[in-house]
């Protein structure tokens, strides 16, 4: 089983700041690699697939970037909307596995 | 648009079943593959199980595995997931989700989730 790692576990920011948020696999996912958001009591939303391809509607301002085994979400301007638990997952091996997740506070 | 709906959710005792259903629309239902992925309460995400788009094939999470059966309906287009001999750790909300291509990449569309508790 791959192990997804994220870090930090939590973020507190204020709006236009960048973040960076990390994601590490036990071993190599080349680039099968997804992130999701997650805003309290909905379901997560795909923002990012194949490491780096935004998915319909994202916006610009979120990227996301690497391969192997070390991922990163960036997002360029951090906005009042974009609180939530972020995860990443990785497709490349079974059982697909998700990291324990980063939680984005806005100050 | 797109809509995934979860039923079927409840409090059970350990042990004892329950099946869930996810009825889908807004998509060919038959042409992707379709998950269960499971959310503790307070916790994170867990991939629970796979069903290929022609139902030829599924994948399952070891610690469900024999305990669970995915399934599905083309013709109703819907998945399902018999879940016996629960545990307490099988609590969660359990969302269906769909995938990408015919089957195990991520996830572009999910459910609102159905709530398993089992407790006695």
């Known amino acids: 089983e791959i192990l997804m790692t994220q870090s930090p576990a939590t973020l507190s920011l204020s709006p236009g700041e960048r973040v960076a948020l990390s994601c590490r696999a036990s071993?190599?996912?080349?680039?099968?690699l997804a992130w999701y958001q997650q805003k309290p009591g909905q379901p997560p939303t795909l923002l990012i697939y194949g490491a780096s391809t935004r998915a319909t509607g994202v916006p610009a301002r979120f990227s996301g970037s690497g391969s192997g085994t070390e991922f990163t979400l960036t997002i360029s301007s951090l906005q009042s909307e974009d609180f939530g638990v972020y995860f990443c997952q990785q497709y490349n091996m079974w059982p697909l596995t998700f990291g324990g997740g980063t939680k984005v506070e806005i100050k | 648009q797109v809509q995934l709906v979860e039923s079927g959710g409840g409090v059970v005792q350990p042990g004892r079943s329950l099946r869930l259903s996810c009825v889908a629309s807004g998509f060919t239902f038959g042409s992707y593959g379709m998950h269960w992925v499971r959310q503790a309460p307070g916790k994170g995400l867990e991939w629970v199980a796979v069903?290929?788009?022609?139902?030829?094939?599924?994948y399952y999470l070891d610690s469900v595995k024999g305990r669970f059966i995915i399934s599905r309906d083309n013709s109703k287009n819907t998945l399902y997931l018999q879940m016996n001999s629960l545990r307490a750790e099988d609590t969660a909300l359990y969302y269906c989700?769909?995938?990408?291509?015919?089957?195990?990449?991520?996830?572009?569309?999910w459910g609102q989730g159905a709530l398993v508790t089992v407790s006695s």
């Open positions: 069903m290929w788009f022609d139902g030829s094939n599924a």
């Open positions: 989700a769909k995938d990408f291509g015919y089957a195990g990449t991520h996830f572009d569309y």
């Open positions: 071993d190599s996912v080349i680039s099968d």
